[in-house]
């Protein structure tokens, strides 16, 4: 069983930042491609951040150029830096583990007002 706790939400002013971490535990032996979603309400869950065990990353391109996803492998954490924060960055943010089956953190909220 693998757990995974994202810790760092909150409220930001437009333009602000916040660091999310993900940290994994359970039976792991090493952390696997780890991913960002978030869900707004109203709206579908969107994936927002991938990286990769080698440290390969992809981003949705609304946030291209002020997110970045970055790993600790020896601490097994994964982190969502966020810069230039908007409105529409508000939701609930959930960290996964690609694996089969798919693990999910509990969520954590940002709210960016305007």
């Known amino acids: 069983q693998v757990q995974l706790v994202e810790s760092g939400g909150g409220l930001v002013q437009t333009g602000g930042s916040l660091r999310l971490s993900c940290a994994a535990s359970?039976?792991?032996?090493?952390?696997?491609?780890m991913a960002w979603y978030r869900e707004a309400p109203g709206k579908q869950r969107e994936l927002v951040a991938v990286i990769t065990s080698s440290g390969r990353t992809n981003y949705a391109d609304s946030v291209k150029g002020r997110f970045t996803i970055s790993r600790d492998n020896a601490k097994k954490t994964v982190y969502l830096q966020m810069n230039s924060l908007k409105p529409e960055d508000t939701a609930a943010y959930y960290c996964?583990?690609?694996?089969?089956?798919?693990?999910w953190g509990q969520g954590t909220q940002v709210t960016v007002s305007s």
């Open positions: 996964s583990m690609l694996t089969l089956p798919v693990y």
């Open positions: 359970g039976s792991i032996g090493s952390i696997n491609t």
